[in-house]
């Protein structure tokens, strides 16, 4: 009877675990860039591997550069991370070049003015 019971427990182990597998391919990637929501360091924006920006972090403050347009480390993107982005423009600043093409252009500004007021993202953890 024991056994019966030991061997009922372990199928039903075996199963949960099976299981918490097959969960596990299934875990949330809101940008489609293959790293989870958990693991990336921009979760509205696609920076994995096969885009320029593979999880870059410039400033190694948590919050990938694809999604990181706050310079100031305040938190908030606000006038003064303009001014900043303004000082860099048409440079290859890779700590302003939130789109990985080498340059600061329109297309980072454009990113920036969408983060405004707001903090670090969309999706964007520290971790
Ligand atoms: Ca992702
Ligand atoms: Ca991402
Ligand atoms: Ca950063
Ligand atoms: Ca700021």
């Given at each position: 009877m024991k056994m019966k019971i030991l061997a009922i427990v372990s199928a039903v182990l075996l199963a949960v675990s099976f299981s918490l597998v097959a969960g596990a391919g299934s875990?949330?990637?809101?940008?489609?860039?293959?790293?989870?929501d958990v693991f990336?360091?921009?979760?509205?924006?696609?920076?994995?591997?096969?885009?320029?920006?593979?999880?870059?972090?410039?400033?190694?403050?948590?919050?990938?550069t694809s999604c990181d347009?706050?310079?100031?480390?305040?938190?908030a993107i606000l006038g003064d991370d303009i001014v900043s982005l303004f000082g860099a423009f048409?440079?290859?600043s890779s700590a302003h070049d939130n789109t990985g093409d080498g340059a600061v252009l329109g297309d980072d500004v454009v990113f920036c003015f969408g983060q405004?007021?707001?903090?670090?993202?969309?999706?964007a953890t520290a971790i």
């Amino acid at each position: 009877m024991k056994m019966k019971i030991l061997a009922i427990v372990s199928a039903v182990l075996l199963a949960v675990s099976f299981s918490l597998v097959a969960g596990a391919g299934s875990v949330s990637d809101g940008d489609g860039d293959l790293i989870p929501d958990v693991f990336d360091n921009c979760s509205g924006v696609a920076n994995g591997p096969g885009d320029a920006l593979n999880q870059t972090d410039d400033d190694g403050d948590g919050f990938g550069t694809s999604c990181d347009c706050d310079q100031t480390q305040d938190g908030a993107i606000l006038g003064d991370d303009i001014v900043s982005l303004f000082g860099a423009f048409n440079t290859g600043s890779s700590a302003h070049d939130n789109t990985g093409d080498g340059a600061v252009l329109g297309d980072d500004v454009v990113f920036c003015f969408g983060q405004f007021n707001g903090p670090p993202g969309p999706g964007a953890t520290a971790i």
